[in-house]
Each structure stands twice: as C-alpha cells, then as structure tokens.
C-alpha cells in the first residue's frame, strides 16, 4: 500500500505517519527528516540544502526527487510507504507517478490559526526526532523524550518569522496538489478544527478511511 499525506507544515503529517506507520506495518518516509538528517552531519547534500530549510524554502526538485527515488528502492519498501512531505510541487508528484503507482492519499485539513499556535509549542527529539506538542501531546517530563530519554528542542524554522514564510510557500506550491491527485487516486480528507483535538482520534478516522477503500481490514 503506497500512500501520501498531504497537509500544510503543523498539520499533524509527521504525528499523523508516525503512528500510522506502527498500525499498518510500513516504513515512514519523511523528506524533511532525511534533509535534517544530513545537515545535522554535515554530509555534501547536507550543505547544498542547509539554506532552503533555514529559510523555509523548497529544496529543488531535481534533489528531493533524486532522494526519493534511491530512498523507495530500498528492500523495506517492498510492501508499500507512507510519503510525508512529498511531493511538495507539482513537478514532484509528476516525477513519482511514473516511477510508483499511489493507492491513496490523505489530506490534513486544518486552518491556518490553529496552525500557528500549534507549530509554536512543538518540540522535537534530538536523538529520535519523536514529535511532542506542548500544548496537546506533552512529555512526561519537561524537555526529555518519554521513547528514548534524548533533549527536546526547538525547531529553528518552528520560530514564527519562519513559520509565516513556510505557509506561504504551502500555499503557492503545494496546496495545488490536492487538485492533482483528487483527479487521479481517493483521498482521504479529515479535517481538525480545535488546537487540542487528540491525535488518537484524527488517526482512528484515516484508519476507518483506509478500511473504506478496502486498502486494510
Ligand atoms: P513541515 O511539513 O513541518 O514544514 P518538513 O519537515 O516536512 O516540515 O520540511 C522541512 C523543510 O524541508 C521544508 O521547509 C523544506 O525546506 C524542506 N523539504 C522537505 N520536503 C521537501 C520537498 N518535498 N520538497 C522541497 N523541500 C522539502
Ligand atoms: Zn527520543
């Protein structure tokens, strides 16, 4: 089962793949996390990108679209993914649809504001990058990761300057998306209109979505 979630940045898509990844039993794919990765041990890619993340910028394609296609290559890809953060432009999703066939994907729908506040009080595992919220999904103690005991930390581009530039890129680039794939494969829509809307619940209604399609039981 390929799947793809869509979703402005602080829209859950990182919680959301997390915890789908351990009901359905396939590998989570995030390109932001990969790109995090490699400037955090400062490989060649790992510099060429470092300014578009720091901005809040896209990567270019040509890169992301190399990463992607060595990264669903991989022999534990073999039954299927979740993509999240990819494709963020057009020409991404293009670029993917020829090297895989997409059964589904799930949109994130949440309004701007609740975006903001959210994206603001998230933190982050330095060592497992397991993703905590200081308003809704909190760690048993404050700044350590309850999975692994690693530091919690700010995000540079979860500061708010970064954070407007990050949704206006959303909207020019990847909002348009939707439209492409509602056109082509079903999507899955759920849609969170509170700042402390349980996690548990938006992944139970992308479940029940998924048993709709006859993709799990
Ligand atoms: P969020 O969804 O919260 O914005 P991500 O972790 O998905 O955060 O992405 C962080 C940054 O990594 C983006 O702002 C961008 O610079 C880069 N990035 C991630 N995925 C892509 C992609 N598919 N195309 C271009 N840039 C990307
Ligand atoms: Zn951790």
């Given at each position: 089962?390929?799947?793809?979630?869509?979703?402005a940045p602080g829209?859950?898509?990182?919680?959301?793949?997390?915890?789908?990844?351990?009901?359905?039993?396939?590998?989570?794919?995030?390109?932001?996390?990969?790109?995090?990765?490699?400037?955090?041990?400062?490989?060649?890619?790992?510099?060429?990108?470092?300014?578009?993340?720091?901005?809040g910028?896209?990567?270019?394609?040509?890169?992301?679209?190399?990463?992607?296609?060595?990264?669903?290559?991989?022999?534990?890809?073999?039954?299927?993914?979740?993509?999240?953060?990819?494709?963020?432009?057009?020409?991404?999703?293009?670029?993917?649809?020829?090297?895989?066939?997409?059964?589904?994907?799930?949109?994130?729908?949440v309004?701007k504001e609740i975006i903001v506040k959210r994206l603001s009080a998230r933190r982050t595992?330095?060592?497992?990058?397991?993703i905590y919220n200081l308003l809704v999904l909190?760690?048993?103690?404050?700044?350590?990761?309850?999975?692994?005991?690693?530091?919690l930390f700010q995000r540079d581009d979860d500061r708010e300057s970064v954070i407007e530039e990050r949704f206006?890129?959303?909207?020019?680039?990847?909002?348009?998306?939707?439209?492409?794939?509602?056109?082509?494969?079903?999507?899955?829509?759920?849609?969170?209109?509170?700042v402390d809307?349980?996690?548990?619940?938006?992944?139970?209604?992308?479940?029940?979505?998924?048993?709709?399609?006859?993709?799990?039981?």
């Amino acid at each position: 089962m390929n799947l793809i979630i869509l979703g402005a940045p602080g829209s859950g898509k990182g919680t959301q793949t997390t915890r789908l990844k351990a009901k359905l039993n396939i590998p989570a794919i995030s390109t932001g996390d990969i790109f995090r990765k490699e400037i955090k041990e400062e490989t060649e890619l790992g510099k060429r990108i470092k300014k578009y993340l720091d901005s809040g910028q896209l990567v270019p394609d040509e890169i992301v679209i190399d990463v992607i296609k060595e990264r669903i290559k991989q022999p534990d890809c073999k039954n299927g993914f979740i993509l999240d953060g990819f494709p963020r432009t057009l020409e991404q999703a293009k670029a993917l649809d020829k090297i895989v066939k997409i059964d589904a994907c799930i949109n994130l729908s949440v309004p701007k504001e609740i975006i903001v506040k959210r994206l603001s009080a998230r933190r982050t595992c330095k060592n497992c990058g397991e993703i905590y919220n200081l308003l809704v999904l909190k760690p048993k103690v404050d700044g350590v990761c309850d999975k692994c005991g690693g530091p919690l930390f700010q995000r540079d581009d979860d500061r708010e300057s970064v954070i407007e530039e990050r949704f206006r890129v959303y909207e020019r680039q990847t909002e348009p998306l939707l439209k492409y794939y509602e056109s082509r494969v079903p999507v899955i829509t759920v849609t969170c209109n509170s700042v402390d809307a349980p996690p548990e619940l938006i992944t139970e209604q992308i479940i029940n979505g998924l048993k709709r399609l006859k993709l799990i039981d």
